[in-house]
């Protein structure tokens, strides 16, 4: 039993090395999530930190916890620095409660075929999902680049992951099951009956190479914070070993609390009730599934096709 569980962390573990390549064809070099735009339209010259405020203090946003790991004592760094500290704080918060909460629930379906290979409502569950996500994406920048990506990873186990036919030994039922779960899928993009979105086919990739739910969530996190350096780099609002600092020492807990308030919000189907006077009642536990909590990068997110030059496609 112990030999297992260690053979499977080790397997998790070279995984998780292999997912986190920044050099995967994944699309995610051409898309800054929203920085460009902001940058553009002067919010990084107008976000200037307050006199005595702690620039890691998330005790005032609403949609996180106060960090336990907060720098309060801490000088605050020069002023673009701060500013794409601040806009990562805002979008990796946004982006884990809208995201998260889809990556979960699709993992869960995905693990499903371990059970029951040749049930087909677990397609059409994922694409329940998938659908809803679009509904919930509410600018078109964000859709165009959330389903370019999400193909680029479907294609990558196709093509990278899965296992070859020259390997000297049969493919396992299970492997079978993924892949052709995965192709039905693809070609449901293609025929346009769901869209592909990103956390969709980030959760079924990750369950069929076998992360756990968890892992597979935050490293999504992390990814999507280190797409933002990466962009701010190239933008020139940090250098590129700025960047390594921030993604050593203020990414970390920032994906951790991210992860931690989302991970376990649940997506639920269903009608609000009506009451007897004919006004709509939200459900008490309304507010525990995914959302968007960060109205103005979403604004500034659909303006990036207004720039008149840009060099990201979002």
Not at 114 to 126: G, K, T, W
Not at 199 to 218: D, K, N
Not at 254 to 261: C, F, I, L, S
Not at 301 to 306: A, E, K, L
């Amino acid at each position: 039993m112990q030999a297992a569980n260690d053979d499977q962390a080790a397997h998790e573990a070279y995984i998780l090395l292999l997912l986190s390549d920044a050099n995967l064809p994944t699309g995610s070099f051409v898309a800054s999530a929203g920085l460009e735009s902001y940058i553009k339209h002067g919010f990084f010259s107008a976000s200037a930190q307050p006199e005595g405020a702690s620039l890691f203090d998330n005790s005032s946003s609403g949609s996180l916890e106060s960090d336990p790991t907060s720098f309060k004592d801490m000088p605050n760094p020069p002023r673009l620095t701060s500013a794409t500290i601040r806009f990562l704080q805002d979008s990796v918060q946004s982006y884990a409660r809208s995201a998260l909460p889809f990556v979960g629930g699709v993992h869960d379906i995905v693990e499903k075929v371990l059970s029951s290979p040749e049930d087909l409502d677990n397609l059409q569950e994922i694409m329940q999902l998938d659908t809803l996500y679009e509904s919930m994406t509410l600018n078109h920048v964000a859709r165009r680049a959330s389903k370019a990506q999400g193909v680029a990873l479907l294609t990558l186990y196709t093509k990278g992951f899965s296992e070859p036919l020259w390997i000297p030994r049969s493919r396992s039922p299970l492997s079978k099951a993924m892949t052709s779960l995965i192709e039905g899928l693809k070609l449901k993009i293609r025929k346009g009956d769901t869209p592909g979105h990103l956390p969709i086919c980030w959760a079924v990739l990750a369950a069929a190479l076998g992360l756990t739910r968890e892992r597979s969530q935050h490293l999504h996190s992390f990814l999507h914070a280190r797409a933002l350096l990466s962009a701010s780099v190239r933008l020139n609002t940090v250098g590129p070993y700025a960047a390594q600092q921030l993604l050593l020492h203020v990414v970390q807990p920032m994906v951790e609390n991210a992860v931690r308030v989302s991970k376990d919000l649940q997506i639920r189907f269903g009608q609000p009730e009506v009451s007897r006077e004919g006004d709509l009642e939200l459900a008490a536990d309304e507010d525990d599934g995914p959302a968007n909590t960060w109205p103005l990068g979403e604004i500034l997110s659909s303006r990036h096709d207004q720039q008149h030059s840009r060099i990201f496609n979002s």
